[in-house]
Structure formats: structure tokens, C-alpha cells
């Protein structure tokens, strides 16, 4: 069975500190992953994926992941946080690279707060 | 106008009480989903539907059944709602591309509470 785990249901870190999120998965082979966040009363929105052979991924606010084949993990980063950043972060896998009939499976979330 | 949009955005019932919950979208992809997110537990799919003569059960879906109407429109329902199933309800759609790289686009959710 596929799985996703993101160690901390909860991470708290101050204005301009570094903001790690961990993800790691469980494929037998490299999968797609996606990070998604979802701000208050909001649905979710796609933050980056990891899709090719680069495996330093940029996305949206600053936001960066990397893939890490050997450690199974697509950590999340953000060199400064601010405080606009404070919502809850999604990591998710489509473990069948390759096949148009995959479906994601989703991490249980990780709640960011960032203190003034 | 939002490319996802899901009716209600909240919701109230009793037990027993049929539950209907509605998504359009305008994005013209093939597949939609439905999934519900509690807290602590992240994301978990109900349905999907790879186009609309195809529907697929997910790990949650037993006390829901769904339609696909058309390409835009995939509803979900409960027949006889239960307290257990209220949580914040997501519809999402997506054009999988090439190899299945392309990502979901979500809907802004439902929320329902079941009395």
C-alpha cells in the first residue's frame, strides 16, 4: 500500500526563521509529488511538484522541496518565514509515474504557525 | 469566477436527513473526486470518476454514493446522514497529462455538520 507520512502534525517557528515541513512516502518506484497548502476556510492550492529529473523543486511564495530518492523524502523549505505562510501544509503522492490512471494519496497535514 | 465551485458551503442536518452536496467545474478536465478532510487525518478519497461513465470507489466511500451528470457536474450524496460524517467535504478535478504528472485543482469545500 502507498503511504505519505509528515513527521509534525505541528510546526511553530518566528518571522524569518527557517521553515522545514518533512514528507516521506513509500513507492517502489519514484513517484510524482506534490505539495499542497491550504489557508483558513480555503481549499487547497498547489504549492509545487516534483515531476522530472530536477530534484530541486521551486514554487510559489518561496517555497522549495527537494527529492531525495535515497531517503524517500520531498521535505518542504522556506529559507524566512512570514507570517503570511501560517496554514496548513499537504504532501501528496501519485505512486504509478507514468500511468494516466493513478489517483493521489495524501499526507495527514502539517499546521504551520509563525510567531510575530 | 472560480474554475471549482461546490454547493452549499455549509450545511446543517439531522440524522437520517438525505444530504446532497454539488460540484461544477469550468476547468473541462475528465476526472473529478471527492474527498473529506477531518482533522488530524489529512485527506481521504471518497470518489472519483475518470469521466462519466466511470466511477470508482475510494477507502472512505461506504454511506455515500455519488452521479456524474455531465463533464462539469459530480455530486455526492448521503443518504441517511449520520453524526460521523461531518467534516469539511472537497471536490476536485484534474487533467492527468502526460504520464499522470499533472496536479488536482480543488474546490473551496463544504462544510457539514450532521446533528
Known amino acids: 500500500a502507498q503511504s505519505v507520512t509528515q513527521l509534525g502534525s505541528h510546526v511553530s517557528v518566528s518571522e524569518g526563521a527557517l521553515v522545514l515541513l518533512r514528507c516521506n512516502y513509500s513507492?517502489?518506484?519514484?513517484?510524482?509529488l506534490f505539495w499542497y497548502v491550504q489557508y483558513p476556510n480555503q481549499g487547497l492550492q498547489l504549492l509545487l511538484k516534483?515531476?522530472?529529473?530536477?530534484?530541486l523543486v521551486k514554487g510559489i511564495n518561496g517555497f522549495e522541496a527537494e527529492f531525495k530518492k535515497s531517503e524517500t523524502s520531498f521535505h518542504l523549505t522556506k529559507p524566512s518565514a512570514h507570517m503570511s505562510d501560517a496554514a496548513e501544509y499537504f504532501c501528496?503522492?501519485?505512486?504509478?509515474?507514468?500511468?494516466?490512471?493513478?489517483?493521489?494519496?495524501f499526507g495527514r497535514g502539517t499546521q504551520l504557525t509563525v510567531w510575530p | 469566477d472560480a474554475d471549482v465551485t461546490q454547493t452549499p458551503r455549509n450545511r446543517i442536518t439531522k440524522t437520517g436527513k438525505r444530504i446532497m452536496l454539488e460540484c461544477s467545474q469550468t476547468?473541462?478536465?475528465?476526472?473529478m473526486y471527492w474527498y473529506r478532510q477531518d482533522p488530524g487525518l489529512g485527506l481521504r478519497l471518497i470518489y472519483y470518476?475518470?469521466?462519466?461513465?466511470?466511477?470508482n470507489k475510494g477507502e472512505i466511500s461506504d454511506g455515500y454514493s455519488v452521479s456524474r451528470q455531465a463533464q462539469a457536474k459530480f455530486s455526492l450524496s448521503l443518504e441517511s446522514a449520520i453524526p460521523n460524517q461531518t467534516a469539511l467535504y472537497f471536490c476536485?478535478?484534474?487533467?492527468?497529462?502526460?504520464?499522470?504528472?499533472?496536479?488536482?485543482?480543488f474546490g473551496p469545500g463544504t462544510r457539514l455538520t450532521v446533528l
Open positions: 513507492s517502489s518506484v519514484p513517484p510524482y
Open positions: 476547468k473541462g478536465h475528465d476526472r
Open positions: 516534483y515531476t522530472s529529473a530536477a530534484t
Open positions: 470518476s475518470f469521466d462519466v461513465k466511470d466511477i
Open positions: 476536485a478535478t484534474s487533467d492527468p497529462g502526460q504520464g499522470g504528472r499533472n496536479e488536482q485543482f
Open positions: 501528496a503522492v501519485r505512486p504509478d509515474r507514468g500511468s494516466t490512471l493513478g489517483r493521489l494519496y
